[in-house]
DNA sequence: CCGGGTTGTGACGAAATCGTAAATATTCCC
DNA sequence: GGGAATATTTACGATTTCGTCACAACCCGG
């Protein structure tokens, strides 16, 4: 059973779909504003969910930009809503990269349908034990720390860092975006898997590990910042004041 | 541009189709029968085409089949046309593998923009990810060792290193791209095929057989790392720091 | 049909990693 | 300041992953 997001500003249309799903065994989460929509999104407190549902018309951000968003970082799967054929011929033709778009007006039935199958690929596809499906595999470079995802290396001016598959992991995700909060359920999820059943300790455990890499071949500094009470953060050197 | 194969018995729904992919530039080719679009699939004298657009109402052998025949060992693009909206639900049900599915009647322009949309994608991904696959076998040469995919000879030094045939497979894929990790996962895909069933292991030891002959022949190096819990790596000497 | 070279498999010890618990330290808030 | 909540550190056993080896199956040329 899956967590599904729906992002949709006619009311009555999202409760239809909302209920559809929830007597279907899912969970849903209902926005009718792009910009709460986009907090959501960006807040790496809350895990991640399964499936997007998102209408393209909406008030203050646009489904458009909340799928740029999501694309930029994750490849959670995207069913979009378009209200005009010749609106969906647009979208199409701009390849956002969702995994699926359907024209209003439409049948229920065809709209579970539709993520009905996509989830059951994902499913599949989750069993399998492809190469890495990360979407972007870009290195990252910033004050004398070097995380290459292609390699899997790391190097602070010049030495280099060895980390455990874990351990890079946690940082690779960290350091692609500084400044962000994540919780330590979020971590669990998405670096664990969401089945994980373990303990949120063992996330604090694995920071330490890595701080003290850090800390050892980059002499004293601290970048992973602990939010209490919340999670932990990746800062760039000097984004904090002294 | 790409070739395409349309398979509708609606002589003129057919021709509609035909000629606007034409006009777009692309090549078609046109069935109105099943088992003769069947006899097509099957032939494997004639090229495979970049996608395939099936009607699911067929005379003697319908959609679905010809659906099924395809994905049995082909991931060629495949777009399903439905008469009615229950018919979706049924199909969508089945998941066939099919990468769109479109419902009776529909604008030749949403056909034209989700085909647009899948041959993009299709696009990017042979692009992307995968290591190098350009077809053109350059020969590799650097730190005094020399691999050449045309002879398939390796020589380190002047002095020559004979590899069996997956010995040289795996050690000119890795040192295609210096610095990259491939799971094992992945390498059994691209050396053994994906239909391979057989066991990780099988590249270790040939990994073993591998760094044996290396290191016979050039003293003491070690290119090809371990990286723990993710795969291999084959690293240019000198790359890691001492 | 024989034999050498190649390839896949299973087993096993060694090594690295990982998760947990318990002890200790820190921060928060009243 | 004090107590509760939360985080860090440490240590250790369990688990996973790796390297190696010997052997059997296979392929192919002679």
């Given at each position: 059973m899956a967590h599904i997001i729906v992002v949709e500003d006619e009311q009555e249309l999202a409760r239809l779909i909302s209920s559809t799903f929830q007597s279907d065994g899912h969970t849903t989460e209902v926005f009718r504003d792009g910009r709460f929509a986009l907090d959501r999104i960006d807040d790496r407190t809350r895990p991640e969910p399964d499936l997007y549902i998102l209408d393209?018309?909406?008030?203050?951000?646009?489904g458009l930009a909340l799928c740029k968003r999501i694309r930029q970082d994750r490849i959670t799967p995207i069913v979009m809503l378009t209200a005009k054929t010749s609106e969906l011929d647009k979208v199409l033709g701009l390849?956002?990269?969702?995994d699926d778009y359907i024209t209003k007006p439409f049948s229920l039935r065809e709209l579970q349908a539709r993520v009905s199958a996509i989830l059951r690929r994902v499913e599949m596809m989750s069993r399998e034990n492809l190469p890495d499906t990360t979407i972007d595999s870009k290195v990252i470079e910033q004050d004398g720390l070097r995380i290459d995802p292609v390699g899997r290396e790391v190097h602070a001016q010049s030495t280099s860092i060895s980390l455990t598959a874990k351990e890079f992991d946690l940082l690779y995700l960290l350091a692609s975006n500084p400044g962000r909060v994540f919780s330590r359920a979020y971590l669990l999820d998405t670096l664990?898997?969401?089945?994980y059943g373990g303990f949120e300790r063992t996330v604090d455990t694995h920071i330490q590990r890595l701080r003290r890499k850090l800390a050892e071949a980059d002499?004293?500094?601290?970048r992973i910042v602990t939010l209490w009470g919340v999670g932990y953060r990746y800062d760039k050197r000097g984004s904090r004041p002294a």
């Open positions: 393209l018309g909406l008030p203050r951000v646009d390849e956002l990269g969702a664990w898997g969401d089945t002499n004293a500094d601290e």
